[in-house]
């Protein structure tokens, strides 16, 4: 797999070069950087490859959530086709013990909206080593799988180097069912005081390559998939962009070695997706009643939601919708 992919803020002419040498497995995309030709060229580059959508909110927290999945949605309308996963509207907020309930709950409200037109959702969109290990339960009803695919969402950056710190890797020490997205990634001097000082501040690009790489073959060991920040930046994020180099591209290129997952589904389930030509992508959830007892069970493949009821002891497909 290719794990690594480009976090593009705008389509300058490197970063579109870039973009073009080194698809990658992974391509986001936030609402300044809406360019249908260049996210249709992506796609057929790289098949099977995500395509995540931010789009950027200049006005701080907010809690209305009516208001900003419906800009989210007005935003994402000229490529809303394209896009294999949308990020829920809030980024790097709501991340402490006081929050982390609210957002759970403001979280699970604009995932049902979002899915209801037809999306994939990656949540939480936390910054580097937050939310604190010992407040991260607060979040658990946030994490409970939908019935479209659901991806937790992190950032992760170390400084000087990525393997410094606590912050890249750190997804590992969450409890979540949900497959994780890591959003963002590489070199940021603010995890130790610096802001806005990328990469550029303390390395070169081959140096740069090298702990991307060191990042990708772990990652890939989880089949994580990460996009580094940034490919295309606006003039106050050029100490992070990467558009142009090409050690860099050569890494985002660079197939690696990630471990099987298996996943434990019952054999009725896994006939069924045999018809479909299909394969797990969750283990098999088995559903209670009020009773404590067993009625249903849902697992993920590729192509949508198996579902088995017991009252009927039968397997349905509910395949995702094309939006």
Known sequence: MRPLG?????????????????????????????????????????????????????????????????????????????????????????????????????????????????????????????????DWHLFAPALVPSKRRKFLSVHEYGAPRMQDGWGCLRYRLLKSPLLVLVTECGIDGGVIGQARKGWRSFTDAGGYAGQLDWYASEIAKDRVRATIFLNGGFSDWTDFDIAGQGAIEAIINKEQIGMPITFNVGTGVLALMAQHQDTPQSDEHYVVDTTGQTFKSETFGSKGLYQWSKQANKTVLIPFSVG
């Not at 604009?110 to 580097?128: H, K, M, P, R, Y």
């Open 6 to 134: 480009s976090h593009v803020q705008t389509w300058s002419g490197s970063a579109v070069g870039t973009v073009r040498a080194a698809p990658g497995g992974i391509l986001k995309v936030l609402n300044t950087a809406i360019d249908r030709a260049e996210i249709v060229r992506w796609k057929a580059a790289s098949p099977g490859g995500l395509v995540v959508y931010r789009h950027v909110f200049p006005d701080g927290v907010s809690r209305d959530v009516g208001s900003r999945v419906a800009a989210l949605l007005a935003s994402v309308q000229p490529i809303r086709d394209l896009v294999d996963v949308i990020e829920t509207p809030w980024n790097e907020e709501l991340q402490d013990a006081g929050t982390l309930a609210g957002y759970a709950t403001m979280t699970k409200q604009a995932v049902a909206t979002l899915e209801g037109q037809g999306f994939d959702t990656a949540i939480g969109n936390f910054s580097t080593s937050q939310p604190q290990l010992a």
